[in-house]
T-cell receptor, first 110, second 116 residues
């Protein structure tokens, strides 16, 4: 069964303390991996799509990387405004549906 | 203006009541989705529609129904609400094919539904 697992569930960082979030997946024939950011009480906001192992994408202090079994979201020198829940998702079966992980909630203290 | 809008944003109702949540989009996308989000469980797909004439059940469709009134409108109904349907509900759209049967989903702001 296709599955997406994110770790850790929660991450508390000091401002400037870099760290990484993990998204592992067990889907056959990966057709993309999506990262979203979600602020409390709001809808997920699209960040990145990665399609092939070795691919990397960056946006401000965030960098997403992809291997054949997992993806990492690296947060470099985070600021309090980076506090959010980060979700990853992969397409499942052979259509456009996405399976989401439960998310990692990041809290950055000033 | 937001590309994906949802109404209402908050709703408190009682057990047994019929509730309709509405979603509209101005992105011109063909595909629309309804999810619910519960703490610790992530986003789970309720129903999805790939065009006006195509509606499909997701992983948790029991107790829900949908209507695709137009390309831009997709409504979710709870025929007889129960307390365990208390959750955050999100509508999403997609429509720009980027890979093999893959495209980016864009989410609305959500509806917080409480069933007493």
């Amino acid at each position: 069964e296709d599955q997406v697992t994110q770790s850790p569930e929660a991450l508390r960082l000091q401002e400037g303390e870099s760290s990484s979030l993990n998204c592992s997946y067990t889907v056959s024939g990966l057709r993309g991996l999506f990262w979203y950011r979600q602020d409390p009480g709001k809808g997920p906001e699209f960040l990145f799509t990665l399609y092939s192992a070795g691919e990397e994408k960056e946006k401000e202090r965030l960098k997403a990387t992809l291997t054949k079994k997992e993806s990492f979201l690296h947060i470099t020198a985070p600021k309090p405004e980076d506090s959010a829940t980060y979700l990853c998702a992969v397409p499942i079966l052979n259509d456009y549906k996405l399976s989401f992980g439960a998310g990692t909630t990041v809290t950055v203290r000033a | 203006d937001a590309d994906v809008t949802q109404t209402p944003r908050n709703r408190i109702t009682k057990t047994g009541k019929r509730i309709m949540l509405e979603c509209s989009q101005t992105k011109g996308h063909d595909r629309m989705y309804w999810y619910r989000q519960d703490p610790g469980l992530g986003l789970r797909l309720i129903y999805y529609s790939f065009d006006v004439k195509d509606i499909n059940k997701g992983e948790i469709s029991d107790g829900y129904s949908v209507s695709r009134q137009a390309q831009a409108k997709f409504s979710l109904s709870l025929e007889s609400a129960i307390p365990n349907q208390t959750a955050l509900y999100f509508c999403a759209t997609s429509g720009v094919r980027e890979g093999l049967n893959t495209d980016t989903q864009y989410f609305g702001p959500g509806t917080r539904l409480t069933v007493l």
